[in-house]
């Protein structure tokens, strides 16, 4: 049974999970064979430099590094829970790098037919989604790119 793969990313935001959350609202779970969940943790500059100098400085770098790849993976888990029980095959994926560079790069290796991208989420990045991120998947990606924007806040 072939049917659409499709990538979801997660920055760590409540706007992420919302995002996920969205596509299970309205998607037909029958249509699709997967879902990826992606997250991607940015790489430290500073690990590149390895400084034998001082004891201790390098651990908690690589400590450093180690909590973001277990948030990213914490992340991926909260989020692929929201397909739970729906139908498709579901996979958790960290990567490390720039994150619409490897949103894109899954995007093609797994030849999904959408990606889903939150707008507006602050998470591990400590980077506003969209803007940067979504636009660039928005534009380069090689399938439609589903952007979810935050709901809008109702006024009182």
Not at 2 to 26: C, E, I, N, P
Request: glycine share 8%.
């Amino acid at each position: 049974m072939s049917g659409m793969h499709v990538v979801v990313a997660t920055d760590g935001s409540k706007q992420s999970l919302a995002a996920a959350r969205h596509l299970r609202s309205f998607a037909d779970p029958t249509a699709l064979s997967q879902v990826t969940v992606l997250a991607v943790v940015r790489p430290l500059a500073a690990v590149s430099f390895v400084d034998d100098l001082t004891e201790g400085r390098r651990a908690s770098t690589e400590t450093e590094v180690a909590g973001f790849r277990a948030a990213a993976k914490a992340a991926t888990e909260s989020v692929a829970a929201v397909f739970d029980g729906w139908g498709p095959k579901v996979r958790r994926a960290v990567r490390s790098g720039s994150p619409a560079n490897e949103i894109i790069k899954v995007a093609e290796q797994t030849s999904a037919g959408l990606v889903v991208v939150a707008a507006g989420g602050r998470g591990l990045s400590e980077r506003v989604l969209l803007g940067s991120t979504a636009q660039r998947v928005q534009q380069y990606a090689p399938c439609p790119v589903l952007v979810v924007r935050p709901a809008p806040r109702r006024r009182r």
